[in-house]
């Protein structure tokens, strides 16, 4: 099976999770993508959906699926994105796509969050993919240098800009061992809007696609 199958199968196992006449957040990146064409399918069933990206509510819009504001709605029941790597604990790394603020906004709003993942994701350590920061831009040097004290290499994403007009810098050479500790301490610097690390609210179950079928791990 290629890895665009397996993120096929996460996609369509999803959708069980979605309940009747709710509004569902939606996450980013190439998952997340397949997540929504799934979502078109069904769209009778749902009354609407929060984006993190505006990537994620034009294609949304694409298949006809009205997208609301958060600030329009209470909580929402489900939240369904991907991750670039993933604990058995269900702690992730996100922002490879550089939607990490918002995607950890509409995650925190949710009751529970689905997590896709092809098998490749799911690792006993994080932080063999670069943590992804969003930075203020006025901040990004200070921040770098803050990062470097703690042990990583920031590299500054070039030529992107986030929806929230901000930077990312993209950190290698952490050994995550503590991520809830982590967390805290990076959205600690001041110019750090927030970071990739997903574990103080990490997934509440995680639906990974493997070569013999879809494997379904809860927190
Ligand atoms: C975007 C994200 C994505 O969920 C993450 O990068 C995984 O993307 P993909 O499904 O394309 O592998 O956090 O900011």
Redesign the pocket.
């Known amino acids: 099976m290629t890895q665009d199958e397996l993120k096929l199968a996460v996609a369509q196992a999803a959708i069980a999770y979605v309940p009747a006449n709710c509004i569902v957040g939606v ?6 993508n397949f997540f929504i064409d799934e979502l078109g399918k069904i769209k009778k069933k749902i009354c609407a959906a929060v984006a993190s990206s505006e990537a994620s509510a034009q294609r949304l819009k694409e298949h006809g699926i009205q997208v609301v504001s958060l600030n329009d709605i209470g909580s929402l029941s489900i939240y369904v ?4 790597e993933i604990t058995r604990h269900l702690h992730m790394i ?7 603020t918002r ?1 950890k906004i509409v995650a925190a709003a949710s009751k529970k969050f689905i997590c896709l993942c092809d098998s490749s994701k799911l690792v006993d350590v994080l932080g063999s993919f670069p943590l992804p920061l969003e930075v203020i831009p006025m901040a990004s040097s200070y921040v770098a240098r803050q990062m470097v004290l703690l042990g990583g290499q920031p590299k500054l994403r070039e030529g992107f800009v986030t929806d929230n007009g901000n930077l990312i810098l993209d950190v290698s050479g952490l050994k995550i061992l503590n991520p809830i500790e982590l967390e805290t301490t990076i959205n600690n610097i001041t110019g750090v809007v927030t970071n990739g690390l997903f574990a103080r609210r990490g997934a509440d179950v995680l639906l990974l696609g493997t070569t013999s079928g879809v494997q379904t791990f809860t927190a």
């Open positions: 996450g980013t990146g190439s998952t997340a994105d991907g991750a670039d996100k922002g490879g796509g550089g939607a990490l995607e």
